[in-house]
């Protein structure tokens, strides 16, 4: 019991570390100090942290809706990393990269754990409206908008802890980043096509609960559908 605590707090500790003292972390990263266990630290932080935000958008439904998104939201991140992951990294591998895969992947959970932290932060903001609203359309953009600036922030840390990385490995560093630009562009539509095949994650009022819904439209349409709803037009 003792040990499993321990094991908890060296957990957050990798994470604390990252927040308060980044170039000190990512320094850590280039130079390939103790990489299996920040990964794995990471990963359950995040993991965690999803969970919580994941649950608490998925109550203005029903308990089996937040149990279900508690799962899906970390699931999501998780799995948007996976998808992109092998591009980024065979591409920077052409280009001239010599840092490792467990570098790479490190570094792409830095920027997954950041958006976790972030949206654990916005946690009591969400329960507030989550409270005090009972407005559908409303307490979905909210948490869209809140997920898309966390989002830009954790891919904004992306961009800069890779070029970080990048500084050793001189040659076709330039490409690298042009190329770590489009493939941001890539992961942030793969994450949103993904998030709404894994929806849903509020769950309509007054439906019955459902794990995952019928394939149909795309977010992009479904976002300007309740912003109509809501200004009336």
Known sequence: MIKRQFQGTRHFAVLISLLRDRSLFLEEVRSGIK???KNTALFICSSLFFAVYGAII?????????LSSAVKLPALYLMTLIICFPTLYFFNILFGSQRT???HFVMLLTA???ISVLLFSFAPITLFFLISTFNY?????LNVAILGITGFIGIKFLYQGMRLLAQEDVEGIETRMRLLRFWLILYAFVGTQLAWTLRPFFGTPGT???LFRELEGNFY???????REILGI
């Open 221 to 227: 349409l479904s976002v300007f559908q309740s912003i």
């Open 101 to 103: 895969l467990g570098q």
């Open 35 to 37: 990489l299996e266990s």
């Open 137 to 141: 359309q409303f307490f979905t953009l």
């Open 112 to 114: 997954v754990s950041v």
């Open 58 to 66: 998925g109550s203005f439904h029903s308990w089996e809706q937040a």
């Open 208 to 210: 019955r609960f459902v």
